[in-house]
């Protein structure tokens, strides 16, 4: 295995720095490495940490009298230079936990109002996005919402069109549109289960059981 001897910030913004690693390949000839992360500061780093954190929250949404459309945004990404259909999301504050921060950022978002549905630790625990590139983690948060769509709360950077999509406006999306790879995999699974969150009812049958046989 290779080793790290040296970490070098390149930059110091506010939410996303450029690193530079001096590292020992496992042939024992010297290499770089570089990559971004949310951290401010080395220390931050979960090389240094050796624990992951949760960085940013994504929110899938079921909205309508029956449940039956998924809550989408389209929004405008920089470095794609186009709009992109995703999950409502964003970054978790300092002292939020990310079911608070699902909440908040779907009304900042959308204007509506989550009640998120509890949820087996494995489907909602932060996990990496892009590992090769990022130490970035985020969680997936599952929920309902009501309320009327409103845009008051957007930040003047962000630019956002609310969709609550049915089923075939779902496939019509992934058939053809640019999208965020969580909320494609998690559409998939929209459009060819009856009751999406089934699966998360079934999660805690499971561990129910397991813990009464303990």
């Known amino acids: 295995m ?29 290499g770089h490495y570089y ?6 500061t080395t220390d931050g780093l979960e090389l240094r940490r050796k624990k992951s954190r949760c960085d940013g929250v994504a929110v899938f949404v ?20 186009q709009y992109v259909y995703e999950f409502p999301a964003g970054l978790v504050e300092e002292g939020e936990s990310y079911t608070e921060a699902a909440v ?14 509890p949820a ?20 997936m948060v599952y929920g309902y919402a009501e309320g009327d769509v409103r845009d008051q709360h957007l930040e003047d950077s962000e630019e956002i069109e609310v969709v609550m999509a049915d089923r075939a406006e779902a496939r019509r999306i992934l058939r053809t549109e640019r999208m965020a790879g969580n909320c494609a995999l998690q ?5 060819s289960d009856p009751e999406p969150f089934g699966f998360l ?7 129910g059981q397991a813990a009464g046989r303990e």
Not at 13 to 19: A, E, G, P, S, V
Not at 71 to 81: A, H, K, T, V
Not at 104 to 117: A, D, F, K, N, Q
Not at 201 to 207: C, H, L, P, R, T
């Open 35 to 40: 990559f971004a992360s949310r951290a401010l």
């Open 201 to 207: 009812k079934g999660s805690e049958a499971d561990a």
């Open 104 to 117: 908040r950022e779907v009304y900042e978002e959308t204007g509506l109002r989550l009640t998120p549905v």
């Open 120 to 139: 087996d630790p494995m489907f909602t625990r932060p996990y990496y996005m892009t590992d090769g590139m990022t130490d970035e983690c985020c969680a």
């Open 187 to 191: 559409l998939m699974h929209f459009i």
């Open 62 to 81: 079921l909205v309508g009298e029956k449940r039956d459309r998924v809550l989408l945004i389209r929004q405008f990404r920089w470095p794609i230079g």
């Open 2 to 30: 290779g080793t790290i001897n040296d970490i070098i910030q390149v930059t110091h913004n506010d939410h996303l720095n450029y690193y530079e690693l001096h590292t020992t390949k496992k042939t024992g000839e010297p």
